[in-house]
T-cell receptor, first 115, second 115 residues
Framework: AQKITQTQPGMFVQEKEAVTLDCTYD???????LFWYKQPSSGEMIFLIY????DQQNATEGRYSLNFQKARKSANLVISASQLGDSAMYFC????????????WGAGTKLIIKP | SQTIHQWPATLVQPVGSPLSLECTVE??????LYWYRQAAGRGLQLLFY??????ISSEVPQNLSASRPQDRQFILSSKKLLLSDSGFYLC??????????????FGPGTRLTVL
């Protein structure tokens, strides 16, 4: 069965430091996609970054990068030079053929950036 | 560019009353559409998804229903609300390519409180 695990319910990080949010997944499908979303207190779910299982390089989008370790089935989100506005819930999600291409969601990590 | 709208933003309803939440997408044709519910402090639960007009798939049994009367309109309804229907309702759309990389983009959400 597909599964996404985010082991950090909450994190406190000092402003301007880098932060790594953990995500591990489980699938038997060789073709899958991994997504990270940010949910600020306003509630809107904001797409951050995508990594495909066949991508040779780690995905990057501005200050966001994805540390993709396929053998370990982990897809950690790295935020460089954190800002106060990065305080939010962060969700990891996965889609594969077994899930009929529906997103399987992790429980989320609450990130708080301290000034 | 594509935009997704949801209304109302906030709703307080008594138990047993009907519900109608609306979601519309602009700037794209024949999108996949999704309704999610998020309980306080929890992850997302997929309620319904639609790949075309009149085509609705339900993911969980409940007293909610969904309809897609137009290509870019998705409606979530209930005839009689329960206390357990309280939560944050998010609508999302995707291109619907049927592949691993089919990013879902979310609306601002509706916060529903059933009293």
């Amino acid at each position: 069965a597909q599964k996404i695990t985010q082991t950090q319910p909450g994190m406190f990080v000092q402003e301007k430091e880098a932060v790594t949010l953990d995500c591990t997944y489980d699938t038997s499908d060789p073709s899958y996609g991994l997504f990270w979303y940010k949910q600020p207190s306003s509630g809107e779910m904001i797409f951050l970054i995508y990594q495909g299982s066949y991508d040779q390089q780690n995905a990057t989008e501005g200050r966001y990068s994805l540390n993709f370790q396929k053998a370990r089935k982990s897809a950690n989100l790295v935020i460089s030079a954190s800002q106060l506005g990065d305080s939010a819930m962060y969700f990891c999600a996965m889609r594969d053929m077994d899930s009929n291409y529906q997103l399987i969601w992790g429980a989320g990590t609450k990130l708080i950036i301290k000034p | 560019s594509q935009t997704i709208h949801q209304w109302p933003a906030t709703l307080v309803q008594p138990v047993g009353s009907p519900l109608s939440l609306e979601c519309t997408v602009e700037g794209t044709s024949n999108p996949n559409l999704y309704w999610y519910r998020q309980a306080a402090g929890r992850g997302l639960q997929l309620l319904f998804y639609s790949v075309g007009i009149g085509q609705i798939s339900s993911e969980v049994p409940q007293n909610l229903s969904a309809s897609r009367p137009q290509d870019r309109q998705f409606i979530l309804s209930s005839k009689k609300l329960l206390l357990s229907d309280s939560g944050f309702y998010l609508c999302a759309w995707s291109v619907g390519a049927g592949v691993a990389q089919d990013t879902q983009y979310f609306g601002p959400g509706t916060r529903l409180t059933v009293l």
